[in-house]
């Protein structure tokens, strides 16, 4: 029996373990992406941000000369 053909019938409901463990796996890689962009633009904001800072400081050194 293939994997696609085992299912369980529990009080009426059909379950395709390969069907559950396919949106598992889909759902673990979803969150994974969604993490890895959140860290990637909280990375660039808090970049240019610092970035912004120092020219702020280097115009106001610059205008000092």
């Not at 009080?11 to 559950?20: A, C, R, S, V």
């Not at 240019?48 to 205008?63: A, T």
């Amino acid at each position: 029996m293939s994997l696609l053909g085992i299912h369980f019938d529990i009080q009426g409901y059909i379950f395709k373990p390969f069907y559950l463990i396919l949106g598992a796996l889909y759902f673990i890689v979803l969150l994974s992406l969604l993490g890895a962009l959140y860290v990637m633009l909280y990375l660039r904001n808090t970049l240019e941000i610092l970035l912004n800072n120092i020219e702020k400081e280097r115009n106001k050194y610059n205008r000092l000369k």
